[in-house]
């Protein structure tokens, strides 16, 4: 190996190269980067145009489908325990103006898509 391959050792930051902010100790190697966004928008530079990246709407809109089932599965394990008739006034006073809202919310969304034209 010839020595000019042998790349020089830098000396590890102080502080973040994406935010300027200091760096969290680490036991393995140095950091460059506070945090993974910063590491993100280093390797990724925004484009021209664009204030940041933006994830595909459409992975968004599946992740929040999936997130939303998830809370509804849980609603659903709640009122079917067997503990529910018990505490039914209790739960009650915790959720139902959740419930109502999301049910109102979830109604407009859902017309929203149905709609022949725009959003
Ligand atoms: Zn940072």
Redesign the pocket.
């Known amino acids: 190996m010839a020595a000019e391959d042998i790349e020089p050792v830098a000396k590890p930051p102080s502080n973040?190269?994406?935010?300027?902010?200091p760096l969290p100790p680490s036991k393995t190697r140095p950091r460059k980067?506070?945090?993974p966004?910063?590491r993100e928008v280093a390797r990724n530079p925004p484009k021209p145009g664009y204030s940041r990246r933006r994830r595909p709407l459409p992975d968004f809109a599946k992740d929040a489908g999936w997130s939303l089932r998830k809370d509804i599965d849980r609603f659903e394990r709640i009122f079917a325990d067997d503990r529910f008739p018990d505490y039914k006034q209790q739960v009650a006073a915790s959720v139902r103006g959740h419930l109502e809202y999301a049910a109102q919310v979830c109604q407009d969304l859902i017309s929203r898509l149905d709609h022949p034209t725009g959003g």
Do not use: A, H, I
């Not at 973040?16 to 902010?21: A, D, E, I, T």
């Open positions: 973040c190269l994406g935010c300027g902010g980067y506070c945090s966004p910063c």
